[in-house]
Structure formats: C-alpha cells, structure tokens
C-alpha cells in the first residue's frame, strides 16, 4: 500500500493517466502467504492420515497391552495361591460354608483391584443401579432373602463388596417391655438411613418380627465367628456377652441404634453391621481390601 | 524511497501528486501474514515428518509382531 503521511491518504491511482495502481510487493507478499497457508494445510491433512493409520498398524499392540495390562494388575492385586488340598478327617473337621455363596474370591467371583467392567460381565445377579461411578448395585437371593449385593469402586478398581438386608417395618415392637430395655450400641448412622432411601423396595417381609431379626442377626454374627474367629473390634466390646441376641435385637429394633463387629483376615476387612432405621432391619456384611483399607 | 511504476503509461512517480511529498510504502500486513504462514507450514511440516517416522517404526514393529505371532493377523481379520 501506497501512503503517504503528509495528506494522511492512500494512493491507489496512477497521478498521469488516473488509472488504478496496486503494490505489487505486498500482493507478491499476500501469494506468498496464501502458498504457506495452503502447504500447511496439506501437511495438516497427512498429518492426520499417518496417525490414523499408525493407530491402525498398532491394533495388534494394543489388544496386547491390554491383556498385558490386566496381567500386571491381576498380579498386583496378589493372586491368591490356592491352598493345598488336605482331606477333612471327618465331616465335623471340615470348614464350614460361608452363608454368603461364591466366596471363593475376595468377594463374591471378583478379586481386589477387579475392573468394574469384568464385574459388569461376570455378575449375574439382576442388576439394581450401576449409575454411580462408585457404586454398582445388584440385587440378589440369599437364604431366601433379598440382598442387595453393592460392589465399591475407587479409580474404577473393586475397593469393597457389601451384602446388605434391609428388613420390612417390624410389627410386634409395642409387645416388647421397653422400659425395661437397655439402649445399647451407638444411634444408626445417616450413611445406613440414607440407604433405606436409596433401596426403598428391597425390604424383606421375611423380617419383620423381633424374633426373627434376633434369628437372622444370631446366624450371621455366629456363621462369621466360625469362619473368621471371634471379632477385633465391636461396639459392645467387654459388654458383649452381658446381652442375650434377643435383648441386642429387641434394643435395635426399639431404639434404632446399631451395633458393628469387625474382623480382620490377611486380605480383607470384614465388618457386620446389625442396626435398625425408623424400626426396619439393617443387616450389612462388608469385606474391604485389607491394603486400601481406611 | 517508494516510488510507483505505472503499469498503463509507464511513468515513474514518487512523490504525492497532491502535496508532492514522497510517500512511502506501507508492508508490515502481507510481511506479518507471510510470517505467520511461514512459521505455520514449518510446523505442520516437522509434525507431519515426526509422524511419518513414527509410522514407519510402527509398520517395522508391526511386521515383526506378525511374525511372530501370525494368529494376531487372524484375529485383525
């Protein structure tokens, strides 16, 4: 462009013949440009075709680096070595079976550090809710009872599994001698009455009379300590004996208080949880890697 | 000094014909343009030439794996 400073004015025509001039060094300039622009261009587009089909020559790589990698984390999780087989000498030396079935893994089929992906795959219970990216939920049977079995992801990776019992509103409360009752055990938690919102439906009608609940709690308290031994840790602590199950299940009932028992195993946290909310039964039993382990 | 040939009469002039001042030509746009198109183009160019080698040491990787485990190309079939 022409210019000049005085008049402050652009000089597109010619002074003698009044036609029209252009500046043939910024239009060399603007050609140049345009080249540049367009060489770029090109370069972008192959650019884009090579790392399409460099991805494309790398596929078989990648189907195994992601068996390679689920390897390594299968391994990191410490496999279990399965124990040497030793034949029972009787029927009454032989250990006894969990309640809970398939507890042949960690928890349930899975292992510690399990994909959530495998367990969407390999869980074959009716699935409740899997929209939490924590949390996976399914329904199940056990003994007869519904359960809901809840799966607890960190970083994607099984952290903890729970089975949890939730009981219908128990009916015969205003038989119990309450004043006769002692409160025991600490009041239920929000986080367990948050879940009685969370499954309104899986109540179990199974559960809804003191004697009952005291039966299913007993049950499950005694199959744990024959498996895992009597508990590190629980609420009552040196109190625990001073109260027959039915005096525990009458209290919890009655006052909606709850009472936890912990175990610990060389690879899992295991914690029962017996509490009531609102007067309908809560009965969890949770197995927590014993490495991530709060 | 600027100075403009005229394509039609031929005639040189390099002053202003109004205040007969000598004007000057204004390039910073087209010259900054022209850079940044410059710049551009030697970028584009270095990353398509990296992903080219690239591509080529994952064709060569490629090869080998096939070799190695010829069931892999069943599998990509």
Redesign the interface.
């Known amino acids: 462009m022409y210019y000049c400073s005085k008049c402050e004015k652009e000089i597109t025509t010619c002074p003698a013949c009044k036609q029209r001039i252009s500046d043939t060094t910024a239009m060399l300039y603007y050609q140049l440009a345009t080249i540049c622009f367009a060489v770029a261009a090109v370069f972008f587009l192959l650019e884009l075709e090579l790392q399409e089909k460099t991805s494309k020559a790398l596929q078989p790589f990648k189907a195994a680096a992601e068996i390679a990698e689920k390897k390594a984390k299968i391994e990191a999780v410490d496999i279990p070595k399965p124990p040497k087989k030793t034949t029972p000498a009787s029927k009454a030396q032989a250990p006894k079976k969990s309640p809970i079935r398939g507890q042949t893994a960690d928890f349930r089929a899975a292992m510690w550090g399990t994909s959530r992906s495998h367990i969407t795959d390999t869980e074959k219970a009716q699935l409740l809710n899997d929209a939490s990216a924590y949390d996976l939920d399914y329904l199940d049977t056990i003994n007869n009872l519904n359960a809901v079995v809840r799966y607890t992801f960190s970083s994607n990776r099984l952290e903890s599994g729970h089975y949890i019992f939730f009981g219908d509103k128990c009916s015969n409360l205003e038989q119990l001698d309450q004043a006769s009752l002692k409160k025991i055990g600490d009041n239920t938690p929000n986080s367990i009455q948050s879940l009685f919102e969370i499954f309104p439906t899986q109540r179990n009608k199974a559960l809804t009379d003191v004697k009952s609940i005291e039966l299913f709690y007993h049950e499950m308290l005694t199959s744990l300590v024959a498996q895992l031994g009597e508990p590190i840790e629980m609420t009552l602590a040196e109190q625990e004996n001073q109260f027959t199950p039915g005096q525990k299940a009458a209290t919890v009932m009655a006052f909606n208080r709850a009472l936890s028992y912990s175990w610990d195993t060389p690879k899992s946290i295991v914690d029962l949880v017996f509490a009531a909310h609102e007067n309908s039964m809560y009965l969890s039993i949770s197995y927590h890697n014993r490495k991530t382990a709060k | 000094m600027?100075s403009?040939e005229?394509?039609?009469?031929k005639?040189k002039?390099d002053e202003?014909?109004?205040?007969h001042?000598p004007?000057?030509?204004?390039?910073m746009?087209?010259?900054v343009?022209?850079i940044?198109?410059?710049l551009?183009?030697g970028?584009?160019?270095y990353?398509?030439y990296s992903?080219?080698e690239?591509?080529e040491k994952?064709?060569a990787?490629?090869q080998t794996?096939?070799k190695k485990?010829p069931e892999?190309?069943k599998?990509?079939r």
Do not use: D
């Open positions: 600027a403009i005229c394509y039609h009469c005639q002039t202003c014909p109004e205040c001042e004007f000057e030509q204004r390039l746009l087209p010259v343009l022209f940044i198109a410059l551009l183009s970028i584009t160019g990353r398509w992903a080219m690239e591509h994952a064709m990787l490629r794996y096939l485990n892999a190309l599998k990509l």
